[in-house]
């Protein structure tokens, strides 16, 4: 078995183990508090095994053999977002904010205007199945550049416009985090383009993230901004990403 393999079959024991037993994982157990610390030196062992800039695999346009399959929310029905589809995104910008020096406004034009990267590599699903498609977008690296983010600044924190849960408290929105080794990995793009075309509303219209050493709910769907923080500690209940918020694995390297 190689590196890569050895990952995945840890990430899915986890992941088995997240769909059994959520009810165990709810508030702040023990086992919950010791998943976190495997969580933590799964990162620290990706990070020393693999590096900084170790790269995913990129496939062939003969490994495409289906369209790519929507998962999550597929078409969110917040307000803003139903008025920027209907305007055909013309209205769309996305912001940078929170640790930069420069905080940005960018338009889809914007960013299709900056250099260009494609890659075809495969979306590894934790509930199982995975699909190979053709990305196309603007490296992270080079928007993050652009903002210039200051010392203090360890992670990249995206807010999406789809709505997970509607309760009592309110509405609670997706939300995903990176450190910035994997923000500025070679391979991580804001994707606008999927096989050929513009992205698919199901697939994340009109802004993606892909971080293709990643498992697939860490690639936040309809950004609209990335902040730049020095902690996880001030979004959601702390641990980083809607779905890690609830037992699942922050970092979820593959």
């Known amino acids: 078995m190689n590196r890569r393999m050895v990952l995945r079959a840890g990430a899915t024991g986890a992941a088995v183990l997240g769909l059994s037993a959520c009810r165990i994982l709810d508030g702040d157990t023990s086992l919950r508090r010791a998943m976190a610390s495997a969580n933590g030196l799964t990162w620290r062992v990706q990070r020393a095994l693999a590096g900084g800039r170790s790269l995913a695999r990129e496939y062939a346009e003969a490994d495409i053999r289906q ?7 597929t078409d ?61 977008g603007t490296p992270l690296g080079l928007v993050l550049d652009l903002a210039r983010p200051l010392v203090a600044a360890r992670y990249a924190v995206f807010h999406c416009f789809d709505t997970i849960e509607r309760g009592l408290a309110g509405e609670v929105k997706y939300y995903e985090s990176h450190d910035l080794i994997d923000a500025w990995h070679p391979q991580t793009i804001l994707a606008w383009g999927m096989n050929g075309t513009d992205l698919p509303v199901a697939n994340g219209a009109p802004l993606r993230l892909r971080v293709e050493r990643a498992l697939g709910y860490k690639h936040a769907k309809y950004i609209h901004t990335i902040e730049l923080a020095d902690s996880l500690a001030g979004f959601g209940t702390g641990r980083g990403s809607y779905w890690a918020d609830r037992g699942y694995d922050w970092y979820a390297g593959i």
């Open 67 to 73: 369209g790519m399959r929507p998962n999550g929310v």
């Open 76 to 136: 969110p029905d917040a307000a803003d977002y139903l008025a920027l589809k209907a305007g055909g995104w013309a209205d769309y910008r996305l912001r940078v904010t929170g640790l930069v020096a420069r905080p940005l406004s960018l338009s889809l034009a914007d960013l299709r205007a900056m250099p260009v990267r494609s890659q075809i590599t495969r979306h590894d699903c934790v509930e199982g199945w995975s699909c190979i498609a053709r990305w196309t």
